[in-house]
């Protein structure tokens, strides 16, 4: 099992940049694959990035591609995820996600997929 804990969200200006951390419990973190989710209010929630367990293969949606970077550091037990020219509907809450894998270069794009969830931060993008 593995827990996830959010951090970093906020209130950021058009333009702005956010970095989002989550910090992951358990020894076995780099035998996961992790993802990043979003969710607007009355929206349904939505993939934005996700990367492989070894941190080598990357995946992003449409919308974030070119401005956000996933990254995992497995000796900090961390997945980041490093939002550049925000705009303002990127405001959602932000969601970790973890999936046990052994496919080194795998990753999952869909939220069916992941077993496992942090609780969200809020970001917020607005002049």
């Known amino acids: 099992q593995v827990q996830l804990v959010e951090s970093g969200g906020g209130l950021v200006q058009p333009g702005g940049s956010l970095r989002l951390s989550c910090a992951a419990s358990?020894?076995?973190?780099?035998?996961?694959?992790m993802g990043w989710f979003r969710q607007a209010p009355g929206k349904e929630r939505e993939f934005v990035a996700a990367?492989?367990?070894?941190?080598?293969?990357?995946y992003y949606a449409n919308s974030v591609k070119g401005r956000f970077t996933i990254t995992k550091d497995n000796a900090k037990n961390t997945v980041y995820l490093q939002m550049n020219s925000l705009k303002p509907e990127d405001t959602a809450v932000y969601y970790c996600?973890?999936?046990?894998?052994?496919?080194?270069?795998?990753?999952?794009?869909?939220?069916?997929?992941?077993?496992?969830w942090g609780q969200g931060t809020q970001v917020t993008v607005s002049s």
């Open positions: 996600a973890a999936e046990y894998t052994e496919r080194s270069y795998f990753v999952f794009t869909t939220k069916g997929e992941y077993d496992y």
């Open positions: 990367i492989s367990r070894g941190g080598v293969s990357t």
């Open positions: 358990g020894r076995t973190f780099s035998s996961y694959a």
